[in-house]
């Protein structure tokens, strides 16, 4: 998985016109790459939720684990220089939950808890940034390509080898979607609204090959075919 988002990382800076997303001296490149990951974040536990709705509990709870084992490090700093009150032991905690009692009304309640301190975490950045239709689109774009390369993982002889990572691409393309409703609702001129259609309709070809919950026998689509998705999704994403 690191070496999936540094990939995405690299487009993601490539897009801004950065050549590199760890670059200390850019303060925007830190804000946009905080938001990316706090978006990979999401993305593994709204898919996590999901799973556990569907009463797949052993498939969730890899996802509900990730968040802090692959992703709470690189956001610690930003979330400390911005006087944020730390919530690993919050992701933590909900890990433990999902493997207790998956169901339990108390796990639920967890989930949410951390889902609202994911949000508020977001508005440490700054407003202009997340009220920016290109920008943002660059950081979906960017996750599509993350999922791509998640997507590539699960594969092996032309078969879903890893639900893990099936999972994964899904939960990113899941975060984008609700980015993208949250955008289409913000940016009502018709311009934006046609950059947002192109946009939903890179990301609902993307969301085919990862419609099936359970990932089926035989894979929907490429990686080839994935990854032309994503660089489509980059192109929309400069214009």
Not at 118 to 128: D, N, Q, Y
Not at 136 to 141: H, Y
Not at 187 to 214: E, N, T, Y
């Amino acid at each position: 998985m690191r070496r999936i988002l540094f990939v995405a990382l690299l487009v993601l800076a490539a897009g801004t016109g950065i050549a590199s997303a760890e670059t200390p001296a850019d303060k925007t490149a830190a804000d946009t790459d905080f938001l990316f990951r706090l978006g990979l974040m999401e993305g593994h536990l709204m898919v996590g939720h999901e799973l556990i709705k569907a009463k797949q509990a052993a498939l969730a709870l890899p996802h509900y684990g990730h968040p802090v084992k692959e992703l709470y490090e690189d956001i610690a700093a930003y979330l400390k220089a911005k006087k944020f009150v730390p919530f690993d032991k919050d992701l933590i905690a909900l890990e433990a939950a999902v493997t207790a009692a998956p169901d339990a009304p108390a796990t639920e309640a967890k989930f949410q808890t951390v889902i609202a301190t994911i949000h508020k975490a977001r508005a440490l950045t700054p407003a202009p940034l997340r009220a920016s239709l290109p920008e943002m689109i660059k950081v979906c774009a960017s996750t599509i390509d993350a999922a791509s390369g998640e997507y590539g993982e699960a594969l092996e002889q032309d078969k879903i080898a890893s639900p893990v990572e099936y999972h994964d691409s899904r939960g990113y393309l899941e975060w984008v979607a609700q980015q993208v409703a949250e955008l289409k609702k913000a940016h009502a001129d018709p311009a934006s609204q046609a950059l947002i259609a192109r946009f939903s309709a890179v990301l609902a070809k993307a969301q085919a090959i990862v419609g099936d919950l359970l990932p089926p026998p035989t894979p929907k689509a490429s990686l080839a075919d994935y990854r032309a998705i994503a660089a489509e999704a980059r192109e929309v994403a400069q214009k």
